[in-house]
């Protein structure tokens, strides 16, 4: 019989995943992948708590965060294009001229 | 037979969805990341109808899968970095999967402390005039979150403009 706890912890486990992928990865496009997969694990959330409450306005929710993610994924986009005629990389590594 | 079946489904959407997660962030080249990228949000979308959220599930292929998934595999396409993007010192790396393991493990343990947790049969949405999930999913959104929903049509175009001048050549 299926639970809110599985859904629950299939959310944590990606949303861990996706962390991961932000703290280990220097390419900056993957890192805003990693990001789009914690947004993922948090829409899964509200999914599942819309079915238990038995109520839409979860449903809602993950419409606007849908739309949050939209315009997270073109800016940073548009951000990294910017760096990368700038400085001619994409790793954060080695984009460290404001180091103290 | 039913639950049987959902549970089947459950296990083999949410293996493959972490699966696949985890070879996004472990593929050296960015566009494997993004195909492994698109598997997950199928993934994810299955989850989706199986929560009775159909019309969710629609648009998070449409916007996900349709139109970020494309615009990130434009700026790899554009860009062809060089760097194969993990942190140069090992050490670091196992750091930051021991940390985000430690986040991961305290949201498990404060989730299986929750009420919530006890009483957890799934119900489904309550659908008592056969209105479908659309038709609920709407007047949802047009009565009650009227104004968040004009508010995120704004920054829509906020983030529009915004990305067309932050990406412009001076």
Redesign the interface.
């Given at each position: 019989?299926?639970?809110?706890?599985?859904?629950?912890?299939?959310s944590?486990?990606?949303?861990?995943?996706?962390?991961?992928?932000v703290?280990?990865?220097?390419?900056l496009?993957?890192m805003?992948?990693?990001l789009?997969?914690m947004l993922?694990a948090v829409?899964?959330n509200l999914?599942?708590f819309?079915?238990?409450l038995?109520?839409?306005?979860g449903?809602?929710f993950?419409?606007?965060v849908?739309?949050?993610?939209?315009?997270?994924?073109?800016?940073g986009?548009?951000?990294?294009?910017?760096l990368?005629?700038n400085r001619q990389?994409?790793?954060a590594?080695?984009i460290n001229t404001m180091r103290g | 037979m039913n639950a049987i079946l959902a549970n089947i489904g459950f296990w083999v959407l949410g293996i493959t969805a972490v699966v696949s997660a985890l070879m996004l962030i472990t593929r050296e080249n960015p566009v494997h990341s993004a195909l492994w990228m698109l598997l997950t949000f199928f993934c994810v979308a299955g989850i989706f109808v199986q929560l009775d959220a159909e019309f969710i599930a629609a648009i998070h292929v449409m916007v996900y899968a349709g139109a970020i998934l494309v615009l990130y595999m434009f700026v790899v396409m554009l860009l062809n970095p060089k760097s194969t993007g993990f942190i140069k010192m090992p050490f670091k790396v196992i750091l930051g999967a021991i940390v985000s393991f430690v986040i991961f493990l305290q949201v498990m343990m404060t989730l299986m402390g929750a009420d919530v947790i006890k009483t957890s049969q799934l119900t489904g949405i309550s659908d008592p005039n056969n209105f479908g999930n659309i038709k609920l999913f709407g007047i949802e959104l047009f009565t009650k979150y009227i104004v968040p929903f004009e508010i995120v049509s704004i920054m829509l175009l906020v983030a529009m403009i915004g990305a067309i001048v932050i990406a412009k050549k001076d």
């Open positions: 019989m299926l639970t809110l706890a599985h859904y629950l912890v299939l944590g486990i990606i949303f861990a995943i996706g962390m991961t992928g703290l280990v990865r220097r390419n496009i993957v805003f992948m990693s789009e997969l993922n829409n899964i999914a599942a819309s079915n238990h038995q109520s839409m306005t449903q809602v993950i419409v606007f849908m739309a949050v993610a939209a315009a997270e994924a073109a800016v986009l548009a951000l990294i294009i910017s990368f005629r990389t994409i790793n590594d080695e | -």
